[in-house]
């Protein structure tokens, strides 16, 4: 049996694909890159913005058509955030779905495959509690790892406390074994993953003590064999001076933090409930830099909360311009259910939003291409992740593309590049001895 995964939505939700990809072949089942070759078709949703359901929703559609026309004994399942904040609604809608699974239950689709053959299936039950330990990351050199699931911090725009529910940490030993593991699979760089690293505590199984982010990297820094750790998402009320030192000092850790601003002004982030100012933000990104002088810091950024005024507005962009931030993503507000801003009306109109979304991306386009040009010529340690159009396709630890041209197997290698070009903020670069 063959079956087809479209992932939406973030890092967690790929990873979530990643172990569904992994239990179904543990199964017998193949993956396959084509969908009209499978016999089920699932789909992994996001919820965090309107637009991300809705191409979800048409793609949904379309094999819907095709079942019905083509391939009426074709399995279509839906799983994920918005599965989870849809449930039975996503199968009164879609009388074609097979199967509905939320972000609890993902672990035991192997399982409700074998049951949707006979019944439709509604899995969005949010009590129901499972770790995986999967040695996932097969083929990979870098590989996702989540640490952590859920947030508790209800920033008043965001519908993931819903979907995802209240923090919950793996032991450190789960998350060793599992990095040990795809180590032995030829894993050469991991991605802690969680919507809120800063407050991992994970529960030793052995000694019963607590550990913290800085314990994990600090344990995972000793092991034999993986050249880098990252880890994403950081928020900026959680992050300590003890983090900051464990990435300046355990030298597997990578020199890269993203750290999601979400808006310049102070009356804004008040309404978005994110627990810190723009002075504070400001003075922990200088922090930062002092300690980690060589450190890339991205952001996330959302435009047009309601009540933004373009004074709040200007102030946003006048942190991008002070801060200088290596990548920025920088969203439309959005209102979502469930969430305490969806309340406020949301007015800031729809020209309005296209046109600072609009004006941000040309400035942090400006800001990106300057940064890259700044790094022609200079020699930086990058990790060869895989092939693309002839050329290795390579990160550095700062998180930068770097293209690498040599007719040798550079596949999974770590190497000195200097960095002679830079085309649209792609760096391209020449291995050194
Ligand atoms: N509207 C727009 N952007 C949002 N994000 C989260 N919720 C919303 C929303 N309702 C953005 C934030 C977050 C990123 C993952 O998505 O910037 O950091
Ligand atoms: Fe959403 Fe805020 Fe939690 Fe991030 S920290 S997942 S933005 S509630």
Redesign the pocket.
Known sequence: MRVYIKTYG?QMNQYDSDVVSFLLKKEGWEIVGEWEKAEVILVNTCC??EHAENRALSRIGVWGKYKRSKNPSLLLGVMGCMAQKEGKALLERFPFLDLVVGTYRIWDIPELLKEAKNKKILAVDSTYQKFPLPDIGEGKVSAFISIMRGCNNFCS???VPYVRGRERSRPPEDILDEVKCLVKRGVKEVTLLGQNVNSYRGISKKKGNTYDLPDLLKELNKVEGLYRIKFTTSHPKDITEKLIYAVRDYQKVCEYIHL?V?SGSNRILSLMRRGYTREKYLSLVKKIREEIPEVSITT???VGFPKETQEDFSMTKELMEEVRFDTAYI??????PYTSAAKLPDDVSKEEKEERLNELLTLQKKISEEKAESLVGKVMEVLIERKEKGKWLSKTRTHRTVLVESGDNLMGRLLQVKICRNHKGILEGIPVE
């Open positions: 973030c965090v913005r725009y965001c519908i999601p979400q996330d950024i959302i969203f439309k507000y959005s209102p979502r």
